[in-house]
């Protein structure tokens, strides 16, 4: 992992106005993304995880400005692109791609492979007409397909293989950053591993920046830099993978630890489950203070009142919880 920062989130808001109501009659706003801080570092990948619904996506959608930011800054080489409009953002597309949990809504279903692959070679003027069977060639054996899957159909492939196609697709771009969001979620296990172990190889060979969005924390713990909780909307703890999965500090990442099953035998045995109360309340109405607070085990009444500050617990290690401010046993 480099030291530098490749992309800077600072304070980043995203709320959605929708309406309400059988005629629409009522205007509502979900707060699905606030305050949120985190510098993802070059050559990383750092995982978000967290219940359904708590912001993942739209962080990750906000972060390539495919959702117009509602106020906060996402700064990627000094500039900030959360301000840009589409046409100004064309620079900086061919650098951030996304790779989607369903390759078959990112694949045309009337374009072959290599037409598909090809397609963002000649947009972003990467090759000639000339060079790109070529490209796609070698991309496809990047992705560890033969190259005369250029000639077929997005149905005449697996689920993994579909996958990786889009991969392939990305990297076409010659990307920096990849959002990964639930990209191995809908694939049978035995091809999870091979896809994880792909796009790892690929980040070691192009050098390439992931952000990593998933529920699997068996799979976060294996793929993972750094490691980021979310909760409704805002960040609860970020560490990296030994600090979080070693030393949590926030009680909901504690809870979330409880419900994975430990590898080593005497671990397990041992292993204490917290089951959390309650539902998940909803972001058109969060919890007032720490959003955690209706589900906590140890809330406070501060609790309620005050957001908790989001800093620098130990070093690295950030957590929003009164509780750990307070210096309470970890
Ligand atoms: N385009 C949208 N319009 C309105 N609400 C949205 C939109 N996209 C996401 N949301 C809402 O924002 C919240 C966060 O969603 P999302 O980022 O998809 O969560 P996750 O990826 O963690 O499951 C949810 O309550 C979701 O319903
Ligand atoms: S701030 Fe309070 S409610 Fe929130 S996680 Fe910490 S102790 Fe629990
Ligand atoms: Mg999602």
């Known amino acids: 992992m480099g030291a530098e920062p490749l992309l800077k989130i600072e304070n980043l808001v995203k709320h959605f106005h929708v309406r309400l109501g059988a005629f629409g009659e009522k205007a509502a706003t979900v707060y699905a993304l606030d305050d949120i801080d985190l510098s993802i570092m070059e050559g990383e990948t750092l995982s978000l995880v967290g219940e359904?619904?708590?912001?993942?996506?739209?962080?990750?959608?906000?972060?390539?400005?495919?959702?117009?930011?509602?106020?906060?800054?996402?700064?990627?080489?000094?500039?900030?692109?959360?301000?840009?409009?589409?046409?100004?953002?064309?620079?900086?597309?061919?650098?951030?791609?996304?790779?989607?949990?369903?390759?078959?809504?990112?694949?045309?279903?009337?374009?072959?492979?290599?037409?598909?692959?090809?397609?963002?070679?000649?947009?972003?003027?990467?090759?000639?007409?000339a060079e790109v069977k070529d490209k796609v060639a070698a991309l496809l054996a990047d992705v560890g397909l033969p190259a005369r899957f250029a000639q077929r159909y997005p149905h005449e492939l697996s689920g993994g293989q579909r996958q990786r196609v889009v991969i392939a697709r990305a990297l076409a771009c010659q990307p920096k950053f990849i959002v990964c969001d639930e990209a191995i979620s809908a694939l049978d296990v035995s091809i999870q591993a091979q896809i994880i172990n792909l796009l790892l190889d690929l980040q070691e060979k192009y050098g390439l920046t992931y952000l990593f969005i998933a529920h699997d924390l068996a799979v976060v713990r294996h793929i993972s830099t750094?490691?980021?909780?979310?909760?409704?909307?805002?960040?609860?703890?970020?560490?990296?993978?030994?600090?979080?999965?070693?030393?949590?500090?926030?009680?909901?990442?504690?809870?979330?630890?409880?419900?994975?099953?430990?590898?080593?035998?005497?671990?397990?045995?041992?292993?204490?489950?917290?089951?959390?109360?309650?539902?998940?309340?909803?972001?058109?109405?969060?919890?007032?203070?720490?959003?955690?607070?209706?589900?906590?085990?140890?809330?406070?009444?501060?609790?309620s009142a005050k957001i908790p500050a989001w800093r620098e617990a130990r070093p690295g290690h950030y957590v929003a919880c009164h509780a750990v401010e307070a210096g309470a046993p970890s």
């Open 52 to 129: 359904s619904g708590c912001g993942k996506s739209t962080t990750g959608f906000t972060i390539l400005n495919l959702y117009r930011a509602t106020s906060g800054k996402v700064l990627y080489r000094g500039q900030n692109l959360a301000e840009l409009d589409e046409r100004e953002m064309r620079p900086f597309r061919r650098d951030l791609q996304i790779v989607f949990q369903d390759p078959y809504s990112t694949l045309n279903p009337r374009m072959t492979i290599g037409e598909a692959i090809g397609e963002p070679i000649l947009f972003h003027k990467l090759a000639g007409k």
């Open 226 to 303: 750094r490691v980021g909780v979310m909760y409704l909307g805002r960040l609860a703890e970020l560490a990296s993978r030994e600090d979080l999965f070693g030393e949590p500090l926030h009680p909901y990442t504690k809870a979330l630890l409880s419900a994975v099953p430990e590898t080593n035998p005497a671990h397990e045995r041992t292993r204490q489950r917290q089951i959390l109360q309650g539902d998940v309340p909803s972001p058109l109405d969060p919890p007032s203070g720490c959003r955690f607070h209706t589900r906590c085990p140890i809330a406070m009444s501060v609790c």
